[in-house]
């Protein structure tokens, strides 16, 4: 058994690490003074992207991306996640379905993604339609032979740059035929409703659409008609491991800047590390990224080998629900050691401590990721998660 990365993997992670210190970190305070990123150096760091080869890290090179397997992607995830404001989002990353369309549908949505000439956004939740996306009432009616979708969408990010939707409806109005559209922005009836503020300073904004009466073609559907279920769970499966990988990033990012800190802080004429009360929380800090981090990487591991869809589902509910539970306790620790220093915005760890929040929120909450967990460990048995690789108890 080998643990190493390999001299390829380590030039991978220097090379992400020092884009993020290049173009990301020098970029933050941007979009805490303006709420968002500004076009210009959204526009500036696109060609970065370009240049190093970071666009579209999750998709083939047929199709324009770079063909990284999930374990590169992890690597590369980790590096971007100890920036602020989901700077990363900048290094774009299509939505995974997307491989899933047509030949013409890749064409036209998957390829100019990757080439970062076009961007998406995915629709799935509503007013009432939160953990529970079997409440989503978005509906596309059959009228004349062409699909007519209405509806309301929330919390939709990056909703205000994307030029199309990736909508997660029902087809027909029918709770068992949940269906994904490729909706582009610009049709008639499609409408921003609201652009709420939230916790934290974005790169983009999460918007409420509406959407009345937009018709579309039987073009417009990505994959089977009711397979939406399966497609949006493949973007969550991704998702979930880039929110992990993110969650170790910034929590490694927090602790280096703690244990900077503390080793040169002097009250009461010591260094603050020489407290054994800071000690034991970088301890502790060191302690819960350890094992968070080797967890992770055994993940993305253990999923670079498979192609098992269910198996994958199983896995990120792990490694995201225990990362982004790690990142909050490691990220208000680091804060505490820093004092009212670590509560100044202008202090990377304050911004990393808003961040991490919603962690524990999207792409299912903490408590959705155990209900999963609970679910497997009924199904396949509990050595799915307390044997090794490939369940073996
Ligand atoms: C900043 C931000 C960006 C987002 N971006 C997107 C996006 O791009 N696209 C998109 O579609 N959505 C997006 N979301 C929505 C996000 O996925 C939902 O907020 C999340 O799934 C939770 O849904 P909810 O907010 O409606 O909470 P609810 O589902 O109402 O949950 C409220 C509470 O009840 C708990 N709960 C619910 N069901 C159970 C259960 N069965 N067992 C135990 N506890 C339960 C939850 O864990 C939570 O604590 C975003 C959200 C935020 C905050």
Not at 31 to 58: M, S
Not at 100 to 125: K, N
Not at 327 to 351: C, F, H, S, T, W
Request: glycine letters at 10%.
């Amino acid at each position: 058994m080998d643990f190493d990365l390999s001299p390829e993997e380590r030039a991978l992670q220097q090379k992400a690490r020092d884009f993020a210190e290049a173009h990301l970190f020098p970029n933050e305070m941007a979009i805490e003074e303006h709420g968002k990123l500004p076009a210009d150096i959204l526009a500036n760091i696109h060609r970065q992207v370009l240049a190093c080869g970071f666009n579209a890290i999750n998709h083939a090179r047929e199709h324009g991306g770079q063909g990284f397997s999930l374990f590169h992607q992890m690597l590369v995830n980790e590096e971007f996640g100890k920036a602020t404001g989901g700077i990363w989002g900048a290094a774009w990353q299509p939505a995974i379905p997307l491989k899933d369309g047509t030949p013409e549908q890749r064409e036209r949505y998957l390829v100019p993604s990757c080439r970062g000439e076009r961007f998406y956004c995915f629709a799935i939740t509503e007013e009432g339609a939160g953990s529970d996306p079997r409440r989503v009432r978005t509906s596309a009616s059959r009228r004349q032979g062409r699909w007519v979708l209405s509806g309301e969408k929330w919390f939709v990010t990056h909703g205000d740059v994307a030029d199309f939707i990736i909508v997660h409806a029902l087809a027909e109005g029918d709770p068992d035929k949940p269906t994904l559209f490729l909706v582009d922005k610009e049709r008639p009836g499609i409408r921003v409703k609201r652009s709420p503020k939230f916790m934290h300073n974005y790169i983009s904004e999460h918007v409420e659409f509406v959407f009345d009466a937009v018709e579309l073609g039987d073009e417009a559907v990505l994959g089977p008609v009711g397979g939406g279920f399966e497609l949006t769970k493949d973007w969550f499966v991704e998702a979930r491991l880039k929110i992990a990988a993110h969650c170790v990033g910034a929590a490694i990012r927090a602790t280096e800047i703690a244990n900077r800190y503390a080793g040169e802080r002097i009250q009461f004429g010591r260094r603050i590390h020489d407290f054994q009360a800071i000690e034991f929380m970088l301890a502790d800090m060191a302690v819960e990224i350890m094992a968070a981090k080797s967890m992770l990487y055994r993940v993305a591991w253990d999923l670079t080998q498979s192609d098992d869809r269910k198996r994958a589902h199983a896995m990120a509910s792990v490694v995201k629900l225990h990362a982004s539970e790690m990142a909050g306790r490691v990220i208000d620790k680091a804060l505490q050691i820093l004092g009212g220093r670590g509560y100044m915005r202008e202090n990377p760890v304050e911004r990393l401590y808003r961040d991490v929040r919603v962690d524990r929120i999207w792409e299912g909450t903490s408590e959705i990721q155990r209900a999963i967990i609970g679910g497997q460990i009924k199904k396949r048995g509990l050595g799915l998660y307390t044997g090794w690789v490939g369940g073996a108890a």
